[in-house]
């Protein structure tokens, strides 16, 4: 996957590097760092329920322990054939190996290109055509489903398997590793900050996964914005239970991980049991949870009562809005501070961070204006990028409050262009290069000029109703906090008098029954405009979601 760099990139690396918001330090050099300062301190640790998971026993690595794992493993890819600008597919769990399979490729300067689990034939072979890569790397069997199928099917030129039994004439990876042991030399490191270290892929509900190729340089950039927001100090202990495939894991725990020289825990997918049981018994300090999550657990004084939280100073959040009253009860009740972050793996970067937003219910509303003259943020972030909101319709760009318009962004944090495209997108990026993300956004406070953003939605997610535009988001922040459930999403729905109306699918909790009324109700004490209210209501067992965890809102819309 040698990709030509563009002219456009090409200046971005000359602009970017003389302001010194890009460097020469990749990976590898954390990582080198890391071992170098602290060769004794507990470095990676497997959630203890792994064989469980995928019959191997779980993994405990010193940072001079998995020193020797990523020389060994970068001998094996060496031998497989793999080298710089190389792309190797990689579909696995969060298991240790995984993260030493990001630390081997950066040193041998090829690009992986990690997978959710849940991807399919149909995925996988759209990404093998778009990258083609030199290998894949997956694993048999996952919580007892058979994950060959798939790979075999797409017809891979190469295929290194993890797991029990790997299909006729492929490798099983203890025995490349094994034969790369007694190997006399690890190859070189051989990479370079604005080489592409990553191509993720996006999470859109509709249509085919789009590539999003990322520099070294791109994650060293978005890395701080976690890292600052969430007050991670040296040593921490991080425990990531999102999958190791998107702007989350790589940008909110690998980095960070290794710029702190800590432990990095992993979990996935969600047990919650095993996930709360880890905090106290690995001192973690700092993780990150979808909403939804933090509102159950909230709820739920007996369970949380059994375990000592009292070293988790931090929780992020995000993907979808927060609720106020989620944040400020944490606040109150436990004295962890729960970050709000709006992020993509194009490079979107939002962060209400504990120093720059240290109400919590504001913090969980709003965000930062970064990059926009006037307002000054301590995120280092703010100082790389510049944003703005651009009306859809007429085009202007907005300054006043309480307008809707799409968020546009530039900057160091931020993609050169999707696989196969080019900067000069006009669809992806505008004329002046800034990036159109596709949310909405309205400008918002009392300061002059206004300091936040308050998120709308997603432009394609807003409800019409009667000519007022209405945010499916906002409804399922207020619901979040409702006795009675366990969760809820709202949808548009065709109507002939007024367009669109509102239909709610709720999630109950055991034993409760709920009505429209009790809805309405709940909303209406909230001071909810009458127009947004509900009209129609949905029970459902469980809110469908992509493999990233966000509501598929189409298919609640199907389902109508």
Not at 138 to 164: M, N, S, Y
Not at 170 to 198: F, G, K, Q, W, Y
Not at 357 to 386: H, Q, T
Request: charged share 25%; glycine share 8%; proline share 7%.
């Amino acid at each position: 996957m040698h990709e030509h760099k563009h002219p456009k990139v090409e200046q971005r690396i000359r602009d970017y590097t003389q302001r010194g918001w890009w460097g020469e330090t990749t990976l590898s050099d954390l990582l080198d760092q890391a071992i170098a300062a602290h060769p004794d301190r507990m470095a990676l640790v497997d959630q203890p329920n792994r064989k469980t998971l995928d019959g191997d026993a779980p993994k405990r690595w010193t940072w001079a322990g998995l020193a020797g794992e990523v020389e060994t493993c970068t001998r094996a890819l060496n031998k497989l054939g793999v080298g710089r600008g190389d792309a190797v597919v990689v579909q696995l769990p969060n298991i240790a190996e995984f993260v030493v399979l990001y630390l081997a490729l950066a040193r041998l300067g090829a690009v992986i290109s990690p997978v959710p689990v849940q991807y399919g034939r149909h995925e996988l072979g759209m990404i093998a055509k778009a990258i083609e890569p030199a290998l894949f790397i997956g694993i048999t069997r996952f919580h007892d489903h058979d994950l060959t199928e798939a790979a075999k099917a797409v017809g891979f030129a190469q295929c290194v398997w993890f797991g029990p039994e790997p299909p006729d004439s492929d490798a099983h990876i203890n025995s490349v590793l094994e034969t790369a042991r007694s190997e006399a030399e690890t190859p070189p490191v051989d990479s370079n900050a604005n080489d592409i270290m990553t191509v993720c892929w996006t999470s859109g509900t509709t249509g085919t996964p789009k590539g999003v190729p990322r520099t070294h340089n791109q994650w060293m950039a978005i890395a701080p914005a976690t890292y600052e927001g969430a007050e991670i100090r040296a040593g921490d202990v991080l425990l990531n239970p999102f999958p190791f495939v998107n702007m989350a894991s790589i940008g909110g725990f690998l980095i960070n991980w290794l710029r702190c020289q800590g432990t990095l825990v992993l979990h996935h997918p969600l047990e919650l049991p095993v996930f709360l049981s880890q905090i106290p018994s690995e001192g973690v300090t700092f993780t990150i949870a979808p909403p939804a999550l933090l509102n159950m657990l909230l709820k739920n004084d007996e369970l949380m009562s059994q375990f000592d939280l009292s070293n988790l100073r931090s929780i992020a959040s995000g993907s979808a809005p927060l609720s106020p009253w989620m944040v400020q009860g944490f606040a109150d009740k436990y004295d962890i501070g729960v970050v709000n972050l709006f992020g993509s793996n194009e490079g979107v970067s939002l962060v209400s961070g504990l120093e720059d937003m240290p109400d919590p219910a504001l913090r969980a509303s709003y965000f930062p204006r970064f990059g926009v003259d006037g307002i000054e943020w301590n995120a280092s972030v703010s100082k790389m990028v510049s944003t703005r909101l651009r009306d859809l319709e007429s085009g202007e760009i907005i300054t006043e409050k309480g307008r809707p318009g799409e968020l546009e962004i530039q900057g160091a944090t931020i993609f050169d262009h999707y696989l196969g495209d080019s900067p000069d997108n006009p669809d992806v990026f505008t004329e002046d290069g800034y990036f159109r993300t596709g949310d909405l956004f309205e400008i918002s406070g009392d300061d002059d000029p206004p300091r936040f953003y308050h998120f709308v939605g997603r432009s394609k997610d807003i409800i019409i109703r009667g000519g007022n535009n209405i945010s499916p988001d906002e409804l399922d922040t207020l619901l979040a906090a409702h006795p009675k459930l366990t969760e809820a999403a709202t949808v548009g729905y065709a109507d002939e008098d007024l367009g669109e109306r509102v239909c709610v699918f709720v999630v109950p909790k055991p034993d409760e029954q709920v009505s429209l009324d009790d809805i309405t109700g709940f909303l209406r004490e909230q001071g909810l405009a009458v127009f947004k209210l509900p009209e129609r209501m949905e029970t459902i067992d469980v809110l469908p979601r992509n493999a990233l965890g966000k509501v598929v809102r189409d298919e609640l819309r199907r389902r109508l």
